[in-house]
């Protein structure tokens, strides 16, 4: 059975009230012991009351901005049903209340209450600039887990709080300012792009972003920050592989399956992935050893009305080109009608992005980090190419080998490039 427990405002010294400046906990919340459920705050101090009880918060009692004073109920948690021998260590030394007096429903007096680190701190500046000072920033605990977690430099943190405290809002926006580039400091090594008000030059009008577009443009942001990228450009005479793709296009719409060129390249890429295992490889977050993959998952691009999103397509060694074409229409159209699931866009080892349907000649394309490797494929062009000694009319296909340099070196990168051109000029090498 759970036991219901009141927790109450402990000792707080000389004062009869004292602000509720921080309420950390929600009804519904699950609970540990210690876990700091509100800050309190007078002229000269502020405290953080922690949790007496491992559980679930069912009533609070307390407003932020409110007052309290000595006794006063802060919430209550429904404890939850715990071994004999863990409820005594969650409600500690023996002259804790026992859980039997607890089960009397008498308010347990909480722990003694543990002086915030801002007890020892002035303020910040006034002005609410970022901090810079050696002096340790105003947070209470669990803002400083919030922010350790999400990598945020607290001395960085302008706080809007009561007395200039850094709330959880303050991390979060810092954060968001941090991911959209605006409000960087200067000296962190990337200058900010000036903000420039438009609508003096002329009209203009507001889009928003959808949310793929924003989770992908902080995705190509954190990757072009992270790997240093060259770009290898090559062609592959592909005459041959359109003429053997035209000649099964019936026989693939019998089976249901539209086959375009890009199934071919994806086999293609396998068999080059094979050949050059670093290139189907991630960096060890320590950056002392690769990680080699043993499987050949590629990511394929795809243009959606909301953005760019990558499905993964598995085992690409394994499947059949009418396979592989009938699971790319198949992982496409569910992009394109937002039906992806969350294991459709993970564990790609390498990927593809063709705008060959579309036109260009080159791009450089963005690895897509961990991954080392993006192959991004233009339009294939019929012109004029020497075969031997005379001139022969060849479709040609550029593509654009982007790579992480830190793990692919140039010879690396134009051997993969020179060994999937050959493997395109003549598929059958695929099967050898
Ligand atoms: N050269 C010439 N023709 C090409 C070609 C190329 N490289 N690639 C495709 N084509 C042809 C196809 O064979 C098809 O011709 P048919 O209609 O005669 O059969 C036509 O162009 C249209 O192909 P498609 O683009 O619809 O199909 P696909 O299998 O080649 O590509 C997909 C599928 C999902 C990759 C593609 O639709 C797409 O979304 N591409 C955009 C990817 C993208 O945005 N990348 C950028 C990422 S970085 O911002």
Redesign the pocket.
Known sequence: MSDTVPVVVPDIGDFDQVDVVEVLVAVGDDVSVDQSLITLESDKASMEVPSPAAGRVVEIAVELGGQVGEGDLILTIEAADLPAEEREEAAGPSEEPSPTAVEAAAPAPSPAPRPSPSRRRRPPPAGGGPATSASPPHASPAVRRFARLLGADLRRVSGSGAKGRILREDVEGFVKEAMTGRGRPAGAGIPPVPEIDFSKFGPVESKPLSRIRKLSAANLHRSWLNVPHVTQHDEADITDLEAFRRAHLDEARERGV?L????FLMKAVAASLAEFPDMNSSLAPDGESLILKGYFHLG????TPDG?VVPVVRDVDRKSVYELAGE?GEV?GRARERKLRPADIQGATFTI??????GGTAFT??VNAPEVGILG????VRRPVYVGAGLAPRLM?PVSLSYDHRVIDGACAVRFTTHLCSALADIRRVVL
């Open positions: 539209r375009t060129l890009l199934a394929v691009a795809v243009d760019l790319l496409s992005s063709s705008l060959g349907g579309i394309p963005i494929v233009s339009r294939a296909l």
